[in-house]
Each structure stands twice: as structure tokens, then as C-alpha cells.
């Protein structure tokens, strides 16, 4: 009976989900969580460009990569190229259309592990109201108690992936646009309360900026395409 008794009062003192067993749910920090994108830019340069704000929800479990469930929504609103002229002329229509379709959405479907901190992860990403295949490699980089307030526990994930631009209608521009598209993704995910997770809660997806109007890309030393 004192054994009960005590490992009773343990289970009672210990936050949950401390004996949970399999992936526990992790909400997305939209802070620190930010897509970074690279395309040619008439092959002068690798145009870099940065999304920011994205919000979603993780299942994870460590031990257990193929377990991982991984659903995000990416507010395109929050694209910065450096420059307003061409952050508009990237959500106008002929591009990415983030009038109509204000977020990007990416659902994994499969998890495959490379080793005990990194794996695999494919998927379906939406853009511009297209579907289609997209594969990440993933690194964890961290799974630990937060040093700063409110001291919650944190993964910490790196991944990379490349897509066609034109596999998801965008085809705009050939000539001063390159078609493939290489990502760099970094994230924070932060273990979600027992109430938040029964409720399906996450972090919240941050208001979009209101849509910018059509603009062509700023001068260049030669004619930029028109529409």
C-alpha cells in the first residue's frame, strides 16, 4: 500500500503528458518558425526571399519517427524579398495569387527515419490552389525544456526540400524566373497543455496584411516580361 500510495502522489505531481505514451501534440511557434526560399533570378543570382508567421500542429514522438503527424498552414501574406515592389509583384496574380489563395498548406502523409535525429518527410503541400507531392529532410536539432519563461517543452527542427514552381500553376516569368525552388525551413514547436490538445487547439495563425495590389517587378537593365 505505501508503494501505491507514493507512485500515486508522483503520477499527481508530474505535469502531463509525463507518462503518456506515443507522439504528443507540439503547436508550431509562429515566431520562430520561418520558410526560406531560394529561386534564380535570370541566373544572375539566387533570389532569397523569407515567409514568416506559419502556425500548425505536431505529433511527435522521439522514439517513434513514423508516428510523426505534421499539419501547417504558411500565411503568404508574411513573403518579405527585401522590397516591397517585388513582394507585390510575387503575391499578384501572375505568381502566387495570395489574394485567393492567402495561405500555402502542407499535410504529411508518410515518415521515414534516417537515424535516431533525422528522417524523412513526405507529404502533400497546397499552393496557389494546386495539390501536390513534397518531400522534406528533417532535422531535430533540439527536444528539451525551454530556458525562458513559461519554461515549456520545445523541438527545434531544420529542413530542406525543392519544388517546380510550375507543378502548382506558377509559370509566370520563364525567362527571368527559374522553375525550381529550394526551401530551408527552421521551427520551434512547443509541447501543447492536456486541455489545449483534447480541445484540437494550436497557435494561433497570425491576421494577414491586407492584399497588396498588381505591380510588375521593379526596372531591371533589360525588358521584364509582361502580362
Not at 11 to 31: E, I, K, S
Not at 75 to 103: I, S, T
Not at 182 to 210: C, F, K, S, W, Y
Request: charged share 20%.
Amino acid at each position: 500500500m505505501p508503494l501505491r500510495f507514493a507512485a500515486a502522489l508522483l503520477a499527481a505531481a508530474l505535469p502531463w503528458p509525463a507518462f503518456a505514451a506515443g507522439p504528443q501534440p507540439y503547436a508550431l511557434d509562429p515566431v520562430h518558425t520561418r520558410v526560406l526560399f531560394a529561386v534564380d533570378h535570370a541566373g544572375f543570382s539566387r533570389a532569397l526571399g523569407t515567409v514568416s508567421g506559419s502556425a500548425g500542429t505536431l505529433w511527435f514522438d522521439p522514439q517513434d519517427w513514423r508516428s510523426a503527424r505534421l499539419e501547417v498552414s504558411v500565411p503568404l501574406q508574411r513573403l518579405d524579398l527585401g522590397d516591397e515592389h517585388w513582394n507585390r509583384a510575387a503575391l499578384a496574380p501572375a505568381l502566387l495569387d495570395a489574394k485567393r489563395h492567402p495561405q500555402a498548406r502542407f499535410v504529411s502523409r508518410q515518415v521515414e527515419p534516417v537515424d535516431a535525429g533525422r528522417a524523412r518527410v513526405c507529404g502533400e503541400l497546397t499552393l496557389r490552389g494546386a495539390t501536390g507531392p513534397l518531400c522534406l529532410d528533417v532535422t531535430l536539432n533540439a527536444l528539451k525544456r525551454h530556458p525562458l519563461p513559461p519554461f515549456r517543452r520545445t523541438a527545434g527542427f531544420s529542413a530542406t526540400a525543392t519544388l517546380s514552381r510550375a507543378a502548382f500553376g506558377i509559370d509566370a516569368w520563364k525567362n527571368v524566373i527559374g522553375d525550381r525552388v529550394e526551401l530551408r525551413i527552421e521551427a520551434e514547436a512547443v509541447r501543447m497543455r492536456a486541455d489545449d490538445a483534447a480541445a484540437g487547439a494550436a497557435a494561433p495563425t497570425p491576421e494577414p496584411r491586407p492584399a497588396a495590389p498588381a505591380a510588375e517587378p521593379p526596372a531591371e537593365p533589360e525588358p521584364e516580361p509582361t502580362r
